[in-house]
């Protein structure tokens, strides 16, 4: 399987890391964003912006950075989503303590995207996907799908925080709060293209992590592959060794 498709916008957020000069040159150099201070989510309408924590900040910045003026297919990915506001409820439930239904309902893992949607009054596609070590190359299939099926531009949007620190010892890989969106299209003469392939599938314990350690969580990984210009990044998830590619 391969798939091939142009970024045509990106944009991304991360304590310390919120121009577009700052993730270049952090891409030549890369190390792992530290804290939860991101700015107020202005574009976003209040009634609705009081309810988006951290999490919810880091994927909706980019987003609204590069969204079409027009509705648009989104896909959303975190491989973890909103686990920290989970954790709670679920110490909430062993101290006998009521659950919150607005919580419950913040908590489920296209809720950030729905808000997104919701406040863009954007009927189109809205897909959330979490696919373990996989979840990347999982969301950008899904979003070459949508491209196939007759999409002119599908808005990605990657986005990740800490393990809360009961699950921390389950943790393959750094954990840091970021988000970032790209839109992408079919590839145009003369741009870039990126190219997205299975190099061999997994089964049973082959998917096993590797024993290096990273120094990013490998969504986080996959924007400095991207913005550093590099050739290749082949990545080994829980069902597949996969490689990307730029192209010119």
């Not at 314990?205 to 210009?229: K, S």
Request: glycine share 8%; charged share 20%.
């Amino acid at each position: 399987m391969a798939i091939e498709f142009g970024i045509r916008a990106w944009a991304a957020c991360a304590p310390a890391l919120q121009s577009r000069e700052a993730w270049q040159a952090w891409s030549q150099a890369p190390w792992l964003p530290e804290g939860s201070d991101l700015p107020t989510l202005a574009a976003m309408a209040p009634m609705l912006r009081r309810r988006v924590n951290a999490i919810g900040r880091a994927a909706l910045h980019p987003a609204y950075d590069i969204a079409p003026d027009t509705a648009a297919a989104t896909v959303f990915a975190s491989r973890h989503g909103d686990t920290r506001r989970a954790f709670e409820m679920l110490s909430a439930l062993a101290a006998g303590e009521p659950l919150s239904p607005t919580a419950f309902g913040l908590s489920v893992h296209n809720a950030i995207g729905a808000m997104f949607t919701i406040d863009r009054g954007d009927a189109s596609n809205l897909l959330a996907v979490a696919a373990g070590r996989d979840t990347v190359e999982t969301a950008v299939v899904e979003a070459c799908g949508l491209l196939a099926d007759g999409a002119d531009e599908v808005l990605l949007v990657c986005y990740d925080a800490p393990l809360p620190e009961a699950y921390a010892e389950f943790a393959d890989e750094p954990g840091c709060l970021f988000g970032w969106a790209w839109r992408i299209g079919k590839p145009r003469a003369g741009e870039p293209v990126w190219r997205l392939d299975v190099v061999r599938p997994l089964a049973g314990d082959q998917g096993d992590p590797d024993t290096a350690h990273p120094v990013l969580p490998h969504a986080l990984d996959v924007l400095r592959f991207m913005l550093a210009g590099e050739a290749v990044l082949t990545h080994r998830g829980e069902r597949a060794i996969w490689r990307w590619q730029r192209r010119g």
